[in-house]
């Protein structure tokens, strides 16, 4: 790290006094348990101070956005681990990712101008997938397929960055390029993308034709070019990743897991289809970094205590009007990785207990806190009604969780601005109140409270 302003906050600002001495022993998972956007990456920033040698990323692409405030300069992460501020940890982009080559150089580039030293602190796995221009393009024309046949309420909302066919090519096989192919002789990887270009040409052409889009073939010959080009600059991060952090962890190397997106997005039990290409969930941790079942001792899921979510889908806690406006403005609620505003609403602890099952979570971390403190009252759901039954649990079918009606309780708002406050304990009792409820009915310990973006305003429990 060299002696820039970035690199001086990111050795200075350390995370308040009090982390319990049982989260500093360990492997951990960390993963959000809403739409996205709950402050991951905060936590892993964090987390990542206390001990951890290695933080890995096992699933999704650059649709992923963590945020990391330190001092008063925010680093807006998309493929990189959110420990690539420490120059002591070493981050791994894990097999479950699928990776960007530009995408990931041009993350790398933007954090040296800022003066972070990227080396020997950054590791990608040989088997993650590559995401390719073909795949962005297949994204576009999908969707606007899709819409064009069954109208624009049957949209996903994809950010377009080519996760979903990149993921698709990985279960397909014959057509997937993974990091190693990028390493082969130019030769080899020109010969691959020729058959694979010739394939996605004919897919997009018939695409574009449904849906009355203009498309342009691709080149192989030009994309073999251009790949081959990040391949070298890409080629001293790279890696047999899984035998390492296997190697690494049998003498006494802790890792910290981080999921990308989050488990009402996963792929399995999320609100299916309006989810994310890849298992979101602690689940995913195994598979994506290739590491032994049952390593993790804590499961750490990251709750905001209001909910956003961006694009298509079922929101039941979902709010229109003046406090919607207030909470997405207050909340900062626009994409790290798009720029769009977020759809807010209150928390909905329905979803939030059943995902915190999913993951098997051990402990809670609760961000957001600041943003109510200015609302007259709180709401929560506690429950669904649905064709005059009630619902305790979350349904499969999407088209049931846009039509239930969400049961609230209500709770007295914060009257007073919590920020500097960095004592659990001087929270304000509503605060608490609050706070306590969720602890009390999700049934998992909430082992931090955040009262604002740094790491100085995580309050530990």
């Known amino acids: 790290m060299t002696d820039s302003p970035a690199a001086s906050n990111a050795e200075s600002h350390t995370a308040g006094p009090g982390l319990p001495e049982d989260l500093k022993t360990g492997h951990t998972a960390v993963c959000g348990l809403q739409y996205g956007d709950e402050g991951k990456g905060q936590i892993i920033d964090m987390l990542s ?12 692409g650059a649709n992923a956005g963590h945020s990391v405030h330190i001092g008063d300069e925010k680093f807006a992460l998309h ?24 995408g990931i150089l041009k993350e790398i580039d933007g954090l040296t101008e800022r003066g972070v030293v990227i080396k020997d602190n950054l590791r990608i796995s040989e088997r993650t997938h590559v995401v390719l221009p073909y795949h962005k393009k297949q994204d576009e024309l999908y969707d606007r397929a899709v819409s064009a046949a069954r109208g624009d309420a049957h949209a996903i909302g994809t950010t377009g960055r080519g996760i979903g066919p990149c993921y698709a090519d990985k279960a397909l096989r014959s057509t997937a390029i993974r990091v190693c ?33 203009e498309f342009e073939p691709f080149d192989a010959d030009a994309l073999t070019d251009e790949f081959l080009v990040y391949a070298d600059r890409l080629r001293p991060f790279v890696c047999d990743a899984s035998s390492m952090l296997r190697d690494q962890m049998a003498q006494g190397k802790r890792v910290l ?16 289809p309006f989810v994310t290409s890849s298992t979101c969930t602690a689940l995913g941790v195994y598979a994506g970094a290739g590491v032994p079942g049952g390593v993790l001792e804590h499961v750490l899921g990251i709750v905001k205590l209001y909910t956003s979510r961006v694009g298509g889908g079922p929101f039941p806690t979902e709010l229109s009007g003046d406090i919607a406006d207030q909470i997405r403005d ?37 961000t957001g806190l600041s943003v109510l403190s200015g609302l007259d009252e709180m709401k929560v759901c506690v429950g669904y009604k649905h064709n005059g039954q009630t619902i305790t649990t979350m349904p499969a079918d999407a088209d049931v969780i ?40 999700v049934g998992v310990p909430i082992r931090m409270v955040c009262v604002g973006r740094r790491r100085d305003q995580i309050l530990h429990r």
Request: glycine share 10%.
């Open 49 to 60: 101070q206390e001990g951890f040698d290695f933080v890995v990323r096992y699933n999704g």
């Open 79 to 102: 493929l990189l681990p959110s420990g690539i501020l420490s120059p002591a940890i070493v981050n791994v982009v894990g097999n479950g990712v699928v990776m960007d080559p530009q």
């Open 181 to 213: 192919d990028l390493m082969l002789p130019a030769d080899r990887l020109r010969e691959k993308l020729r058959y694979i270009v010739r394939v996605k040409n004919a897919v997009l052409t018939s695409l574009a034709s449904l849906c009355g889009a």
């Open 257 to 272: 897991f981080e999921g990308a997106n989050a488990t009402l997005l996963d792929i399995d039990h999320g609100t299916y």
């Open 330 to 366: 207050v909340g900062r609620e626009y994409g790290t990785t798009t720029g769009r505003p977020r759809r807010v609403g209150w928390l909905d602890l329905v979803a939030t207990r059943y995902t915190a099952a999913v993951s098997g979570v051990t402990g809670l971390a609760c």
């Open 402 to 441: 846009a039509e239930v009606q969400p049961v609230f309780e209500t709770f007295e708002g914060i009257g007073e601005p919590v920020s500097e406050i960095r004592s659990y304990a001087k929270l304000p009792a509503a605060a608490k109140r609050y706070v306590e409820f969720v602890e009390s009915f």
